[in-house]
């Protein structure tokens, strides 16, 4: 039986757990516990009721807690531990894995860090406060020291040997690390090659000294980039000297993947990157990641205002002009997002490099000559229709100009981000909208007032 | 050494190869060969001349060979196709793994196809013919039936011995399945739980029954969902009576990831999703990607056409009005892409679900009543300072007005789409940013009329 619920499922295994809590039938309901998955277990233990939460959670077996913990929102972490007695916070936090543990810190306050710290052994806290070291969003962030590593001279036997004793405590077996005595990284060997081989043979035989790794202070988009160029399944990270300090597995960098697809989402549509899940905001915290741009990019539009002043006259005197603006500025917002957001999500993947601007620019051109042919024929043809063939000829001429024009910025924004070393996502479609509407405007009255010969 | 390479680094390594083809040294040409990544001499072999793409190509061991194509842009694997003999494409097909195969086969031409599947084996041609059988974008496209599998009554030792058969051959050997006689999935073992057990152990004894699985017929987008939820890096693949087809692996899965990921930052943008990447599109392939919602959107922009029209007394009798247009309207637009996304982008994470909709409208009010607050606080001086307090009183109302609206529409567009089994996305900046125009046109134009006494 597959064991992905729906929402429906949910319902049926919360109501058991209920019964069987107020029926105190605890075994029953460690054997029904024991047959869901971690992440159900977590979903189920956040709908109880506080109470009825503790209860469940303390029933659990010591390395599943752990574990059904850090699936956990942090919300609920938080409430969890102030409910647990210190020496059950010691024991869970000593049965979490290194990675989890340094999410779980990230998640909250100073002084409850402090707390937990103080629960740890002088070994894990020492661990601990070293992965917390490392600069927010950066590849040591993430890693877990828990693998398992050889020596080139062991015979195969040996390292199947060291597996089998180290494997329990370890995030991954598969992907075997070789290191000389000084624990610098030599090699990598998947597991697979050594069950195939004859335990007699020496590592060193098996090593063929090619590998792939991070630097433990690279962005952890690194690794996503890494992980995803090379179909692997762990990676090892080193310092700068090429010593081994950890690994990062697939399963936390796919969750890195998203979350930075996430913040470069937000950062699309002019939003803060919010430090907690879009689900666990508070209305303040969502009010503080958008009132930042929404009022920076009133200044740009004040000087879409004072185009509109400086051609007053000229709207004055034929205010039907007014009727196609919206048409050609959301036009030029609209073609201009479209290509700032081919460009900058084709930065943020790789696919293309800053070196690679003219290439894109020349494309671009062509491609936008195309749209703003296609587009000026279309609205010009609406202007011969409302005002005649004059007017029809600027409103088409002012199309093409504005598709052209508000296409290259959404192209070299992004690129001119980048080559300043700052986050091309900043070129976001409120940003580039609100910079084609100046110029929509800008173009449009230029070419009326010089067309249509008005003051 | 770490094989990561710079664009520095593959430049050397370049002149490396040309070199060594120059002199004929094809001993040294294979050793320098092999000692790069596989993602490496895939990238060398597309920044070489053709002649001397096909000579290395040739050069490379089989199984290396098939490996490196499956790493090559479409356009590139096409052209590599067209200089083999029928005899090589054949070796090389044969030993590509069948969701790389089914990847090629996407990419090309019907007739190419056609050819390639000439070349395969009877029972590789039906294995690629059913593959190619599921749909579009759903789970069984990027599966391969390449999984080793065991059954309850065998012992742990019958289990290890059939892996080290098999293993060559499988994409993972790191998670067994369990299967009854007629390959009904029954559970998932980790390897490490076979290789820390007793070897006379039986496999049934192993088994908790509890484990995930996918349906061939589903969306991909679930696989990503699912193996972020469950941090697995394997998932098995069944048919509705729940027979073993496949699997499917995490390298696999962060690939889809991201281009599920790049498809929905196109939608964002109006966009339609390209068929290749960025990279490789034509110009006329981004036309056509673009121009269709560039043209439907006018047809938005003509209402708000149609409200100028209709206000165009007002307007003319007090054109300082459209002083105010520019900073209403984009503000409206931008206050509308940022609910949007924000909502859009949790639906596809499945952060939050349909169901939620009520507790999101809440927030998102609350959210939209602040940031109307302060952006109406803001634009209300600035007309005070530019028209008088009447002024002010206008554009101060009409931006509270516009803000708490436009955000509304973002956040029901995205829920309302949904609710009729359309793609959430569709609710983009230039959609949202066009509605929001011709509202805040609306909204502003009869408070004017009314709190003015304007005609």
């Not at 962005?219 to 990062?248: H, K, S």
Request: proline share 4%; glycine share 6%.
């Amino acid at each position: 039986m597959s064991a992905v619920s729906t929402p429906n499922g949910k319902e049926t295994e919360l109501n058991r757990i209920k019964e069987l809590l107020d029926r105190k039938d605890l075994p029953g309901l460690l054997d029904f516990l024991s047959g869901l998955s971690i992440p159900d277990l977590a979903d189920l233990l956040m709908l109880l009721a506080p109470s009825a939460r503790v209860a469940v959670f303390r029933l659990l077996p010591k390395e599943i807690s752990s574990e059904v913990f850090a699936y956990l929102e942090s919300s609920h972490m938080n409430t969890l531990l102030r409910d647990l007695t210190d020496q059950e916070t010691q024991h869970l936090l000593a049965n979490m894995r290194p990675d989890d543990r340094t999410a779980l810190f990230e998640e909250l306050p100073g002084r409850a860090i402090q707390r937990l710290l103080n629960l740890l052994s002088p070994e894990d806290r020492k661990e601990a406060l070293s992965l917390l070291g490392y600069p927010e969003e950066s590849v040591g962030r993430f890693m877990t020291p828990d693998y398992i590593a050889v020596r080139p001279h062991w015979t195969v036997a040996q390292a199947l040997e060291h597996i089998r004793a180290r494997g329990t405590d370890s995030e991954t077996i598969y992907n075997i690390y070789v290191t000389d005595d000084s624990w610098r990284l030599l090699d990598d060997i998947e597991l697979r090659r050594l069950i195939l081989a004859d335990p007699a043979e020496k590592i060193e035989r098996l090593m063929d000294h090619v590998f792939i790794s991070l630097n433990a202070l690279e962005d952890r988009e690194q690794a996503v980039r890494t992980m995803e160029r090379y179909d692997v399944f762990a990676l090892p990270v080193v310092d700068a000297e090429g010593i081994l300090l950890g690994i990062v597995t697939a399963d936390d960098v796919l969750d890195v993947s998203r979350e930075e697809a996430t913040e470069d989402f937000h950062k699309s549509a002019a939003v803060t990157p919010l430090r907690t899940s879009y689900h666990e905001a508070n209305a303040f915290s969502l009010f503080t990641s958008r009132i930042g741009w929404l009022v920076s990019l009133v200044f740009i539009n004040l000087l879409s205002s004072g185009v509109i002043a400086f051609f007053e006259k000229t709207l004055a005197s034929a205010i039907a002009l007014a009727f196609f603006m919206p048409l050609l500025i959301d036009s030029g917002g609209n073609a201009g997002s479209q290509s700032a957001t081919l460009v900058v999500r084709a930065l943020a993947t790789g696919e293309i490099r800053l070196s690679q601007w003219i290439k894109v620019l020349f494309r671009e051109i062509l491609v936008g000559v195309m749209l703003g042919m296609v587009m000026g024929l279309a609205s010009g043809l609406l202007g011969v229709f409302r005002g005649g063939y004059r007017v029809g000829l600027v409103v088409g001429v002012s199309m093409v100009a504005i598709i052209i024009l508000a296409n290259l910025v959404g192209v070299l924004l992004p690129f001119l981000l980048t080559r300043f070393k700052l986050d091309p996502a900043v070129a976001s479609s409120p940003l580039i909208t609100s910079i084609a509407d100046c110029m929509g405007l800008f173009i449009y009255f230029s070419i009326a007032h010089w067309l249509l010969g008005l003051p």
